[in-house]
């Protein structure tokens, strides 16, 4: 398979489909876009899908919660389509508010409470770069990766928290994804940026490696400095849905 094709989902509110669209364009892969409530509508559209992408933005405005309308019109009207899709292997990625659904759907762990993406402990929106270190070789989208990450944040409701044995478990079995490598800019839990489901091809993040796929996206790009391109991930998953 030359180009895969990665099915990117949007709800009302979501901003960030174009840039995933142009971060999978130039991993290879190609896209397109659907509202969730279309995809409700036609789950058949997931079939020639290989790549599965909830977009980062303000879905539904957040209303009831951050992603919270998202991951229950999906979890209701695609739960098992959905559940089939990842046990098939095809990677998964949400970003950002994609992040904060995919927990609430349970397709990540978050269910009966174990973990949680709650307001940053700065009590403020934070909108800033940062750095990542890829971390889990289970993660089909972070496997192999080695150099640092960086691109920016924006949310509001970005810590990751879980207790303890969730938290043992993550690290035990290889399903934390992503860190933050310099400053934790909200308080996650040790400094957890992203994770992945135990099957490894589910991966969830806060920040947007979407907004630095070009290296003059990197806001100091003109003084001659190079920031670690996000499009290393996508590089991954579309290597991974190749392989399929």
Request: charge should be negative.
């Amino acid at each position: 398979m030359s180009r895969p094709m990665a099915l990117i989902v949007r709800g009302p509110g979501t901003n960030r489909d174009p840039d995933v669209a142009l971060a999978l364009d130039l991993a290879g892969a190609e896209t397109q876009v659907v509202l969730a409530a279309d995809l409700v509508a036609d789950p058949s559209r997931l079939t020639d899908a290989r790549i599965l992408v909830l977009a980062g933005g303000f879905s539904y405005a957040d209303a009831l919660g951050a992603g919270r309308v998202l991951a229950l019109e999906l979890e209701r009207g695609l739960g098992e389509e959905l559940t089939g899709f990842v046990a098939g292997g095809r990677p998964v990625i949400g970003i950002c508010n994609g992040f904060q659904a995919l927990v609430r759907t349970g397709l990540l762990p978050g269910a009966a409470g174990r973990a949680a993406l709650a307001p940053n402990d700065t009590g403020r929106f934070e909108c800033r770069w940062v750095t990542l270190a890829p971390v889990s070789q289970r993660c089909v989208w972070t496997a192999g990766l080695t150099a640092p990450i960086d691109c920016p944040i924006a949310h509001g409701e970005g810590r990751f928290v879980c207790d303890e044995p969730t938290l043992a478990r993550l690290q035990a079995d290889d399903q934390i994804a992503l860190t933050y490598a310099g400053p934790n800019p909200n308080g996650s839990m040790a400094a957890i940026a992203g994770i992945t489901d135990p099957s490894g091809v589910v991966l969830g993040l806060m920040p947007h490696p979407e907004n630095h796929v070009l290296a003059r996206q990197f806001p100091r790009h003109r003084r001659g400095e190079q920031g670690g391109l996000g499009l290393a991930l996508f590089e991954q998953g579309v290597r991974h849905a190749k392989e399929l």
